[in-house]
């Protein structure tokens, strides 16, 4: 497997990791939010990592 995808794999296990860990802290901290409010903290989470990881994965880009 060439490197560049060993690390894009990587980056994208970690995001994955990391998503849900935060989207399940939120939901223990918030244990009456309703169903709607989960998914719309859920989504503001992810748009946050896919910033944080995009950025990250563009690092990469330019030696493929």
């Known amino acids: 497997m060439p490197p560049n995808t060993i690390v894009s ?4 296990d970690d995001a ?4 849900e860990q935060r989207v399940l802290e ?5 244990e009456g939010a309703s169903v709607a409010e989960k998914r719309e ?3 503001l989470i992810m748009e946050g990592f896919m910033q944080a990881y995009g ?5 990469f880009a330019p030696q493929g």
Do not use: G, R
Not at 26 to 30: I, L, Q, T
Not at 55 to 59: G, L, N, S, V, Y
């Open 41 to 43: 903290a859920a989504k």
């Open 55 to 59: 950025d990250k994965a563009a690092e």
């Open 9 to 12: 794999a990587e980056i994208e």
């Open 26 to 30: 939120w939901c223990c901290s918030h």
């Open 16 to 19: 994955a990791s990391a998503v």
